[in-house]
């Protein structure tokens, strides 16, 4: 599988902004991208994922606030967030997965993780 390699987490203020990057070392076939979250004492979700050609999909919580976009040209997908809360602090990971005529099959590429904490 491809390997992927996250970057942008960090510390911020409840209110504040972050951009998170995922890129992978090599040009891909094309496959789905995916943002994803784990909390300690929760399970992991998803935050948001993108096809190929474009299209996404939010969580409730993140959709309005999160954005999730790729360049495939430069083998990156990001995630950037707004009005950040404490509730996003979570551990973010970046996913690959293959992709359907319409959705994403099972999400089973990922990377180590960026850790995200917002404080009140």
């Known amino acids: 599988q491809l390997p992927l390699m996250e970057s942008g987490g960090g510390s911020v203020q409840a209110g504040g902004s972050l951009t998170l990057s995922c890129k992978f070392a090599?040009?891909?076939?094309?496959?789905?991208l995916g943002w994803f979250r784990q909390a300690p004492g929760k399970v992991r979700e998803e935050v948001a994922r993108?096809?190929?050609?474009?299209?996404?999909s939010y969580q409730n919580q993140a959709k309005g606030r999160f954005s999730i976009s790729r360049d495939n040209q430069r083998n990156e997908v990001t995630l950037q967030m707004s009005n950040l809360n404490p509730e996003d602090t979570a551990m973010y990971y970046c996913?690959?997965?293959?992709?359907?005529?319409?959705?994403?099959?099972?999400?089973?590429?990922w990377g180590q993780g960026t850790q995200v904490t917002v404080s009140s």
């Open positions: 996913a690959a997965a293959n992709q359907g005529t319409w959705g994403c099959r099972d999400f089973d590429t």
């Open positions: 993108i096809r190929y050609e474009g299209q996404t």
């Open positions: 090599t040009t891909p076939n094309k496959y789905c």
